[in-house]
């Protein structure tokens, strides 16, 4: 086993995430302390072009095949499986996006190398390196390692700064030909992108969101927020569990799988603050959160905080910006 | 076509969350488990699956604290089985425990899907359809919306960033990790989960091969002492949407 760490890098429609210029800025630190090697792991039809923007690590391996040119569960599980397999990295930092689900169980459950899910940091200590994992919803966090030498961390989206794996140039790259694992995609076939219904109203490009969430219960109840939406010329936007009850079109949903947005005021109204909702609102203007828990993870992130009963807050609320008007 | 739900019992987050004296896990003496959300809409899938193509559902779970109320909730549901594996969960199970359990069962009955929560509150290290899968051997796609079956394949999205979705064809038998259904879980009346527990009755199997060890060990848990916490507004609701407005003017936000 090497000191080396993999990031694997993440694209979709020939555009690199985010959350990979992420993974290779906190890389490159953990690299440095460890003093081993950072390497970003292509996988996809060529390695050309998207490597040149790898330039924050040492070098780039590429495992490139016509047969891996979409996303695919299986087959990408197999083809990076291979590689740690055969390179023992020290550590392999993945997404915890949803390609990245696939890959860090399924790599740590193939190899038989721990995983550290939902890491928001890393540090070295002692030359163990630590993760720190956002587990209960946001509501505590877990310092842990591995009780052997190699590591899988899945990272959470927004953890760290992206500009800081940014570099101009790019890096040397080893091409890697796919193992033979990924024959007939593992039963898995990729069918086509189907990209995002077009909206009535485009919530990433509103100064005022008021966002809905599980605590107002019924879609009956939407309507008392639409009004608080109404009165401060906003929109009315939501958490996830609003969408998946069908309670509002899924253009309206903010987070992980939703929208990011970043509108000056961001009321969350009955909205928790999952993990998963915060990474996409957590950089708006002014946030100010009502929710009946005072602990709730939402308050973290809010500039101001209502620890009280919606239905009470709320109509007050639309009534005294009515007036102030 | 046999469904085999996997379903597990989490903390339920609306309880404060108590610390064990090492400070390394959660004291698990009163806490109160409910099944983990996204299961829930594992099993509509299911359920949907099964009256749209026939079928039978089988709902599978661990031995923990209660877990006889969500299996007999599993089967007024409309499912047709319900399983739960023996074992020492009173400290919990890792999803690497809790997936080789799961695995080691399967094998052991007819299985062409499999779906499960795309992923719960407390699986530290790592989400378990897909530690299911791999442990199988078969197919995978995780974060699922929507399944469609026919004969032995499955057409499913999976949802990426931004409201995308990709389309896939996967081989059955393959594990599914389900973030939504096409409607949201239903719901069991209570009369007709006690009529289960009276009617009904849970198959108990105990593996002989499940042990897993996953290699993680939690040196600290901690609630998150955040940099920036919220001023918190109180008074009555009048008194704070006086305040709010206040905050609103001076930002210039109300007009």
Sequence with gaps: MSN?????????????????????????????????????????????????????????????????????????????????????????????????????????????????AYCNNLRVEEGKIVATAQIYGGKLFADAEATGDQLVVSILAGSF??????????????????????NGGAGVRFKQLIEPEAADVDITKQDILVSVGRGIQSADNLELVEELANALGGVLSSSRPIVDNGWLPKARQVGK??????????FAVGISGAPEHLEGMRDAGLIIAINSDPKAPIFDVAHYGIAADLFDVVPALTEKIKEAK | MDIVVCMKQVPDLVEELELNDEGTGLNRDYLKLVVN?????????????????????????????EVDTTLFTCLAKGADKAIKIEGDFVGGATSHQAAKLFAETIKTMPHDLILTG???????????????????????????TGVAVNGKVATVRKEYAGGMLAEFEVD????????????????????????????????????????????????????????????????????????????????????
């Design chain 1, 257 to 266: 799988s939703g929208a990011t947005v970043k509108p000056k005021l961001y």
């Design chain 2, 118 to 144: 795309v992923q719960s509150v407390e699986d530290l290290d790592g989400q378990n359809a897909v530690l299911l899968a791999t442990y199988l051997g078969i197919p995978h796609v995780s974060v699922v």
């Design chain 2, 37 to 65: 959300e996204f299961d829930d809409w594992a099993l509509e899938q299911a359920l949907l699956l099964k009256e749209q193509n026939g079928g039978t559902v089988t709902c599978l779970a661990l031995d923990t604290p």
């Design chain 1, 4 to 116: 080396d760490i993999f990031v694997v890098v993440e694209q979709l429609k020939g555009k690199i995430s985010d959350i990979t210029f992420e993974m290779l800025g906190k890389g490159r630190e953990m690299a440095d302390a460890l003093g081993g090697k950072l390497y970003a792991v292509l996988i996809g039809s060529q390695c050309a072009g998207l490597a040149d923007e790898l330039g924050k690590a040492d070098g780039v391996l590429c495992v490139a095949d016509v047969r891996l040119a979409n996303f695919n569960p299986t087959a990408y599980k197999h083809a990076l499986g291979e590689l740690v397999r055969e390179r023992a990295p020290r550590l392999l930092m993945i997404g915890n996006t949803s390609m990245g689900m696939d890959l860090a169980a399924g790599v740590s459950a193939l190899l038989n190398i721990p995983l550290i």
């Design chain 1, 161 to 182: 700064s992206a500009d800081a794996g940014k570099a101009t140039g790019g890096a040397p790259v080893e091409e890697i030909k796919a193992p033979l694992s990924i």
């Design chain 2, 172 to 255: 059955l038998p393959a594990v599914l990790g389900i973030q939504a259904a096409p409607q949201a879980p239903r719901y069991a009346p209570i009369s007709k989960v006690r009529a289960m527990m009276k009617e009904k009755k849970i198959n108990q199997v105990t593996p002989t091969d499940g042990q897993v060890d996953a290699g993680v060990r939690i040196r600290r848990l901690f609630k998150p002492e955040s940099g920036r916490h919220a001023e918190m507004i109180e008074g009555d609701a009048n008194a704070v949407a006086e305040r709010v407005v206040g905050i609103l003017k001076e930002k210039a936000l109300v007009k």
